[in-house]
């Protein structure tokens, strides 16, 4: 889960692999939290690309 801190209007999560390829994308609308699903994925680095209402940022995950 994804707590972003406050309550936003629309925004997007993104999961990528190392090499880059995108993996999944999640679009909320109205939320302060989102559920990210890693389940069904290969063990690995990972980074999480959040961005709303004009806000970015980038989180590096290490599933095992």
């Known amino acids: 889960t ?3 801190g406050a ?3 629309t925004g997007t999560i993104s999961i990528i692999g190392v090499t880059g390829q995108l993996v999944v994308s999640y679009q909320f609308v109205k939320n302060q939290k989102v559920d990210v699903k890693f389940k069904g994925m290969a063990a690995g680095v990972y980074l999480v690309r ?3 209402d004009g806000k970015k940022a980038l989180i590096r995950v290490l599933k095992d």
Do not use: G, L, M, S
């Open 7 to 9: 309550v936003y209007q």
């Open 2 to 4: 994804i707590d972003f």
């Open 50 to 52: 959040a961005e709303a």
